[in-house]
């Protein structure tokens, strides 16, 4: 079962952890002094920064059904290790973020970094044609997500909370399979190519 906790506790949490001190009002005007916070700050400065986190570039596979989808990421971490927990952000107006949501399992695929154009590939949402996505191989992993063929290692993850963040989710999942098919190569980072995620949102914060 998947737990999903919003960004704000809500009214009655909030009274747990300040002796009924806080009500919703309070919550949205907390709310709104935050966007201010962040409006002080530049976005370029904002985007310059967080553009400089050394994050590993990969492939999250996801499916519900008969509906599998592959796509490009970056923000992954590990986030604990005994159970061992992988986090992923996904846009909660993605295809992946909906995937995820009803078929409660995700893969992290990582990458030959010499393969690097599959990752503007699966920048939008991916054509299955029986065991393909976007033309690359893939299998279904322990979980029911696909895995893809060609990634040089993959974690196969149950998710076991989502977490609302604002603009995007994290999804959290244990690994349950893991396997790697060549261990003599890196995985891709960021670094190795143009792309850029992160930052503010394109049009503002």
Not at 27 to 32: A, G, L, P, W
Not at 100 to 111: A, D, H, R, T
Not at 121 to 136: C, D, I, W, Y
Request: glycine content about 10%.
């Amino acid at each position: 079962m998947i737990t999903t906790l919003p960004l704000w506790p809500t009214s009655g949490a909030q009274n747990s952890m300040t002796g009924g001190a806080c009500s919703t009002p309070e919550v949205q005007t907390k709310m709104r002094m935050s966007a201010r916070i962040q409006g002080m700050l530049e976005n370029q400065l904002v985007n310059k920064v967080t553009w400089k986190i050394p994050n590993a570039l990969a492939l999250v596979g996801s499916a519900s059904g008969e509906t599998w989808n592959g796509m490009t990421t970056s923000w992954i971490t590990q986030l604990s290790m005994e159970p061992v927990l992988i986090g992923i952000g996904v846009d909660n107006h993605a295809v992946t973020h909906r995937l995820i949501s009803e078929g409660g399992s995700f893969s992290v695929n990582l990458w030959d970094p010499e393969d690097k154009r599959v990752f503007v590939k699966f920048s939008k949402p991916a054509v299955r044609q029986g065991m393909t996505l976007n033309e690359r191989a893939v299998r279904l992993g322990k979980t029911g997500a696909p895995i893809f063929e060609d990634a040089i290692a993959f974690m196969d993850c149950e998710v076991r909370r989502s977490i609302d963040l604002g603009t995007h989710t994290l999804f959290v999942g244990e690994v349950v399979d893991a396997g790697i098919r060549d261990d003599t190569k890196r995985a891709a980072a960021m670094s190795d190519t143009r792309m850029k995620y992160g930052g503010v949102r394109r049009g503002g914060m």
